[in-house]
């Protein structure tokens, strides 16, 4: 193996040398396209970080309202999918009874989460994401819910690019909750799908598209209008058309083998 193998597991015995060593492989990964030799020294740290982060090492703990401001803090700064405007709107995730967030950490990062999920307790399976995140909302009790939705997962170190992290800590969060609270019926997720609108755009102007028609073309105009999705009857018009080109976008392209 490369010698500097030996010299990043000699770094990381050092005091703060795992948050070195991920500092340092996101500074290097700002390079490696210009510098295509540097990938074999990415490919190292990509080999280390993955046993040094193993699940055996990671542990999970709950973030509530009542961990410290120094955690909450990173929660807010690292939010990915729907950021966090305020404390206000971090406390209406993390404080009422029907939300619950989860984290990731690691014994050489103790204040530092890796990858967090926050998860939203329904009485069933939402169509928005905003009645989630209003602050007017009506909580709801624990035991009421029949439905968890994982509305946001958030990787917070850049350096660990490329070591998972994510289907374990929703498998760990599901078996979590199945066991407080044994009413939850469906687990789902609720979150953007990057890249959907783009490739929708482009199958509308295929002339032989796999999975829309003529008349499904002809729906889809619709979207072309401005504040289309504002007329709830035009929404709901084209709903037919989107759900199974969405289940094609995710079986096919997004998974070519289907699985």
Same mark, same amino acid.
């Given at each position: ?30 390079? $490696? ?14 080999? @280390? ?8 090492? @990671? ?26 405007? =305020? ?13 619950? #967030? ?6 050489? /990062? $103790? ?5 967090? +999920?926050?998860?939203?307790? *329904? ?22 819910? *029949?439905? %968890? ?5 958030? =990787?917070?170190? !850049?350096?660990?690019?490329? +070591?998972?992290?994510? =289907?374990?800590?929703? &498998?760990?969060? +599901?078996?979590?909750? &199945?066991?407080?609270?044994? =009413?939850?019926?469906?687990? +789902?997720?609720?979150?953007? $799908?990057?890249?959907?609108? %783009?490739? /929708?755009?482009?199958? !509308? ?5 796999? #999975? /829309?028609? *003529? ?6 105009? $619709? ?13 709901? &018009?084209? !709903? ?20």
């Amino acid at each position: 193996e490369p010698r500097r193998q030996e010299l990043f597991r000699r770094l990381n015995l050092a005091p703060g040398g795992t948050a070195a060593l991920i500092r340092m492989r996101a500074e290097l990964s700002d390079h $490696v396209k210009e510098n295509p030799g540097l990938r074999c020294v990415d490919a190292d740290f990509a080999h @280390l970080f993955s046993s040094w982060f193993n699940r055996g090492f @990671l542990v999970l703990r709950p973030i509530d309202w009542t961990t410290p401001a120094n955690i909450l803090e990173k929660i807010i700064r690292y939010e990915a999918v729907h950021a966090i405007e =305020n404390w206000d709107d971090l406390r209406n995730r993390l404080e009422p009874e029907d939300r619950r #967030c989860y984290g990731f950490f690691h014994p050489q /990062l $103790v204040d530092e989460p890796l990858i967090f +999920v926050e998860v939203a307790l *329904t009485r069933e399976t939402p169509a928005a994401i905003s009645p989630l995140l209003d602050l007017a909302r009506t909580p709801i009790a624990a035991t009421e819910a *029949t439905t %968890a939705v994982f509305y946001s997962i958030s =990787n917070t170190q !850049r350096g660990l690019g490329g +070591v998972t992290f994510g =289907n374990f800590l929703i &498998k760990q969060v +599901v078996e979590n909750l &199945k066991r407080e609270l044994p =009413n939850l019926r469906t687990f +789902v997720t609720l979150s953007p $799908v990057p890249g959907f609108a %783009a490739w /929708l755009a482009r199958e !509308r102007m295929a002339e032989g598209s796999a #999975c /829309l028609d *003529t008349a499904a073309k002809e729906m889809l105009m $619709v979207l072309d209008e401005p504040a289309w999705h504002e007329d709830l009857e035009k929404a709901e &018009k084209i !709903r037919a058309v989107l759900l199974p080109a969405a289940a094609y976008y995710f079986l096919k392209v997004r998974d070519p083998k289907g699985r």
